[in-house]
Structures are given as structure tokens and as C-alpha cells.
């Protein structure tokens, strides 16, 4: 579960954002800790909550437990929907599982790689597509923020993959704000190719005959065009069931074939 929620101050400035993840603590051998934190952008502040999730603790686990509970930052803390599987009438050892939260805070631009990891981790986990819409739209808020790979690959999967469409589309101009490549390109063909939803068809069909996405092709293929750019703008033309993908197609391979 998730929670994204905006408040915006007097002065109109401040974005404060609020982000939860929960995935679950398993308590039987071998720990494993996976850190969904919260970052505060240089534009506003983010607070979230970490969930040490899918991990089993067995007696260096417990004590590393305790120790998050009796730290001074313990209020913070707390434990939820604990499950008992084993309760050791017999054996003497208990097994079950709990969720532990912790909150944190933390301050960073949109440039700090720790900042991307865990935005991208947020959108690559959540299973609210208010978060993910949300935490797409700060990735890509900012045109001079160079992402990572996993930034990338995040931005990528969601155009993929997410079932929300407000999510893909987000994602995909999010990508088109980052200098052409040829993840861009493939991305792009994708969309076309495969994405049933017809706005997401209009986006990538506009962005590829655009200006900068030419000139980025230019730089990425030379003074040829990748022949998969041609078989899908040609696929397009003559089938999609959007009359608008369909002309605009039509009209980018006869410019194509003009040069």
C-alpha cells in the first residue's frame, strides 16, 4: 500500500509530499532489509516512511529489531499486522511476521542520485497509481536533472508495463524532456506499436516527427534512418485505428523519404 498526498503552502512555493510504501518483514532465518525512504526536494519536502520489507530475522535480526525500537528516534517507529505462523508449544521457537515502519526525512536536490533511487524505487513498487503518477511527474519535473540508469529503466518500465494510462503517458514525457537516444527511439516504436490507448499513440507519433526528436535521430543513426523506424511509421500509416497516427505517419515517411 501507498500514500501520496500534496499540500502546497501560503506562498504558493513549497510542495510537501507524503509517501508510504509497505511491503512485509517475515520473521524466520536470514535477514534481508529493503529501504523505501523519503526524500525532501529542493522545491518542497518529501516524507515517507521505510519498511524493512521481505526480510527474515533470526537472532542478529531480533537485536538489530530492538534496536530500531529503542533508539531515539523510536517514535517513529512502529509495528503492525503482526502474524503468528508457529508458536513453539513444541520446538520452543516462534515464527511470525510483522510490518515495521520507520519514518525519515530527508533534504536533496532532484540531481542526487539517492534522491532518483528512491523516487524510482517508489514508482517501480507502489501499487497506487496516484503515487506513481505523482512520483513520475517529479522525475521528470525538471529538464536539467540527468537520471541514472535506474531512473531511466523506471521511466521506461512504466511506459511498458503500467496498466494506468495517465502513468504511461506521464512517463513518456517525462522521457521526452531527457536528450534522444536510442531508448528514446525504442520507447517511441513501442508506444506505437503496441500501446492500445490512442493519446499515447497522438504522443509518440508527435514527439518522433518533432524537431528535436529529428535532429536527436540525426545525431543517433547518422545520415540514415534505423529501417525499424520506417516499418513501424509505415505499419501505422496504413492500420492504426487512429486517423490522426494514421496522416501523421503517412506524412513523416514521406519526409523521410524526401531526404
Excluded: C
Excluded at 32 to 39: L, N, R, S
Aim: charged share 25%.
Amino acid at each position: 500500500q501507498a500514500l501520496f498526498a500534496e499540500n502546497e503552502e501560503p506562498s504558493g512555493r513549497q510542495r510537501v509530499v507524503k509517501l508510504q510504501l509497505q511491503p512485509r518483514w517475515r520473521a524466520v532465518p536470514v535477514y534481508a532489509a529493503a529501504v523505501v525512504a523519503f526524500a525532501m526536494l529542493s522545491v518542497g519536502v518529501i516524507s515517507g516512511y521505510i519498511l524493512f520489507a521481505h526480510g527474515n530475522v533470526a537472532n542478529n535480526g531480533s537485536r538489530e529489531v530492538l534496536s530500531e525500537l529503542s533508539s531515539k528516534n523510536a517514535g517513529n517507529a512502529a509495528i503492525s499486522d503482526v502474524r503468528f505462523v508457529s508458536t513453539g508449544e513444541k520446538s520452543g521457537e516462534v515464527d511470525f511476521s510483522f510490518n515495521l515502519i520507520r519514518r525519515y526525512e530527508m533534504k536533496g536536490s532532484l540531481d542526487d542520485e539517492h534522491v532518483q533511487k528512491i523516487l524510482a524505487f517508489a514508482l517501480a513498487n507502489s501499487d497506487n497509481p496516484g503515487v506513481r503518477l505523482r512520483t513520475v511527474g517529479v522525475l521528470g519535473s525538471s529538464a536539467s536533472v540527468k537520471p541514472d540508469k535506474q531512473i531511466v529503466d523506471a521511466l521506461v518500465k512504466a511506459v511498458k508495463t503500467d496498466d494506468n494510462a495517465g502513468v504511461r503517458r506521464e512517463a513518456l514525457l517525462s522521457l521526452m524532456r531527457f536528450p534522444f537516444d536510442n531508448t528514446t527511439k525504442d520507447v517511441l516504436l513501442f508506444v506505437l506499436q503496441h500501446d492500445k490507448n490512442p493519446g499515447m499513440r497522438v504522443a509518440a507519433v508527435n514527439f518522433l516527427s518533432g524537431k528535436e526528436s529529428n535532429e536527436g535521430m540525426r545525431a543517433v543513426e547518422g545520415k540514415g534512418i534505423d529501417p525499424r523506424i520506417l516499418d513501424v511509421l509505415k505499419e501505422s500509416s496504413s492500420s492504426d485505428q487512429n486517423r490522426y497516427v494514421r496522416l501523421k505517419a503517412a506524412d513523416m515517411l514521406k519526409q523521410f523519404k524526401e531526404l
